[in-house]
């Protein structure tokens, strides 16, 4: 036996999202239950969502993907690994529950789905020989890299007690934005086009593949709560932000803006008023997103009153050259013509986790 047991899948999503907002301090977005669908039916990829026993109590919650030969959690998205609902896993280490887990389902013989495992007190396997990736705020295994970091705006319930938390340069350039004519619209599917239309150029400038709107129409369908933020001038698009969230955590997944309208400060206006909503919603935590540390994106999520957390991509085995990190082919995507990059980049980009 593999000691996996099957789960049906309402039951287990009902209980999946029982444990996980009974720790709503370690909650991220890579939890949510709904992306199991959205990576099988559009990825076309293996997740597997783990719900962890010992004692016969449920302790914790792990979910990974299979993406070729290797196990990632999650794809496309900043955290993962164990999320530990009580103390009854304290004894154990993460890495040692991970690579149990791992070591039976690099045999392959299991489908994906929701699973019960019971962890057991046997010592970290030395036959795990499948590239492990686990992105969390915590260090795991020998090897990894910390060039990322999340910025996290813990959020008060007031809007206006909020915007008091800015300093006075943040709020002069939020109400700039206002009186330079920037309007911001919110809303579901019907905010797509004017979306993926800002993504899509933005991407291309900084030479790389977009998602593209097929990704993002997927990602709406499997997960309810998302919600799409454009910043408008004179009715054209300017700015665009998708914005997911789970129980009181909300993330600004992917965020862009149109650079020549930055003057008028269109990036401030927009993250404000995903701000007011998810106060409105009762947020507690709005995240900004993942950036590469003393980075230009970085500094600007400085100016905001956030917490900046390093988020660590923790591997078992060195990793091979990734086409993520070959400046040459963001040099040759940036010179390509548009119609050549929409259509080539979403197949590019969804396979760069």
Known sequence: MNGFQKLDLQKATKQWNTLATEVPSHLTIAFHPGLFHFYITHLSLSPFYFILYYNDEPAGLFPVVKTGMSFISMPHFSGGGILRVNKLLNHFQDEEIILQIIEKLQAGQITSGFYRFDVSGGKPSVRVHSPVEIRSLNPLFDIGETTKAVCLMYLKTDEKEQFRQFDSNLRRKINKAAKNGIVIRKGKEDMLDDFTLVYNRNMHRIGSPSLGKAFFKALHSAVEETIIFVAYKDDQP??????????????????????????????????????????????????????TIDSGTHKYKLQWPVEVKPLYFNRNLRSKMSLKDQRWATKIWKILPAFLVDSLGPAIAKRIY
């Open 238 to 291: 300017i700015g665009g932000s998708f914005v997911m969230w789970y129980d009181g955590y909300a993330e600004n997944t992917w965020f862009s803006t149109v650079e020549k309208y930055n003057k008028f400060y269109t990036s401030y206006l927009l993250h404000w008023e995903t701000v007011r909503w998810a106060i409105r919603s009762r947020i507690h935590t709005y995240s900004m997103g993942r950036s």
